[in-house]
């Protein structure tokens, strides 16, 4: 059964997946300025702007442009960087790496550090602790991303001569450092997703805790670890496992603002480097892998809600 929900859940993925690339393609036209024109004033080419615009196929209706890049999308052919020259994918393959560490960091430190946070705010409601977490979530909710990142860099450097490196270690050229160069900006890119993460698990766990097989299983003397970690927490994760998808997708949106204050040349940063420069190719190419991830990651809590809740497979 699980597999047939499994399936419909794909089927449903993959217009989503259409959609989503004729957007892509289209809003990387909308960027004002003129590809051509700028590489013209930039590298001072020999040819004429037409001459140069019939190369880079930019001549053609819109809609053949995008028939053929989905033509040569299905192939795994991403085109090359109208700036550098080199295959697009070369770039990312490079890249993608750096990007995902720095995800990977920012969405363990939010459910490592918002869920159980949230479980004993929950369980000891109205005490200390309980006023502290929800004083802490609002603060982590409030500060900008980029505002962070820019006091920990600047401000230590500052008061004690000491601040992140801020130059990017390979990790055949020392694994430990390639590590730890992670930790500080993965960190701050998973504060607000911890904070939010932390405020739902608290208030779905409370409901939770308030419902009649919950009092059952007091009344029987259950200990309480057994009956909020066993019989509560697992019917308390759907929103939060939904919370989580949409947050996986703004932590991917906010390495570009970390990549760049942290010097980690990942896809953020090329990105950015992209829009500046209108490369197309690489624009497009970026958001593709970004979408896809992000329609990957919402059918696998698609998925997390059938294991969570067996009745939504039928």
């Known amino acids: 059964m699980i ?7 794909l089927l449903v993925a993959i217009p989503s997946l259409l959609i989503a ?22 590298n001072q080419y020999a040819q004429d702007l037409e001459e140069m615009r019939a190369k880079l196929g930019l001549d053609r209706p819109i809609h053949v442009q995008y028939l ?16 550098t020259g080199r295959p697009v994918l070369q770039e990312l393959l490079r890249r993608l790496p750096i990007s995902l560490e720095l995800g990977a960091v920012a969405v363990a430190f939010a ?10 705010s929950a369980v000891r409601q109205d005490s200390l602790r309980d006023y502290g977490a929800r004083s802490a979530a609002i603060l982590g909710l409030s500060m900008p991303g980029f ?42 890119l ?28 007091w009344s029987k003397g259950l200990a309480e670890r057994r009956i909020v970690l066993k019989h509560c927490l697992k019917n308390a994760l759907i929103p939060v496992v939904t919370v989580l998808g949409i947050q996986i997708a703004q932590i991917l949106s906010g390495t570009v603002i970390f990549e760049s204050i942290f010097g980690l040349p990942g896809m953020g ?24 991830t992000v329609v990957a990651v919402n059918l696998l809590v698609d998925l997390a809600y059938a294991y969570l809740d067996p009745r939504i497979r039928y």
């Open 21 to 42: 690339t004729v957007i892509v393609f289209s809003l990387s036209r909308l960027i004002p300025g003129d590809v051509v024109v700028l590489m013209m004033e930039e």
């Open 111 to 120: 459910i490592l550090v918002g869920t159980p946070i949230g479980v004993v």
């Open 269 to 292: 940063r090329f990105l950015f480097d992209a829009i500046t420069e209108r490369d197309y190719p690489v624009i497009q190419a970026i958001n593709v892998v970004v979408v896809t």
């Open 147 to 188: 505002w962070l990142g820019t006091l920990v860099v600047v401000l230590p450097a500052i008061y004690f001569g000491w601040s992140p490196s801020i130059e990017f270690t390979g990790f055949e050229r020392d694994p430990w450092r390639h590590v730890t160069q992670f930790l500080v900006p993965g960190c701050l």
């Open 68 to 83: 053929d890049w989905m033509s040569r999308l299905v192939r795994g052919d991403f085109g090359q960087s109208l700036y």
């Open 3 to 9: 597999g047939k929900y499994a399936l419909k859940r």
């Open 190 to 217: 998973g504060i607000a997703s911890a904070a939010s993460i932390m405020r739902l698990t608290r208030t779905q766990l409370l409901e939770v805790l308030r419902m009649d097989f919950v009092r059952t299983a």
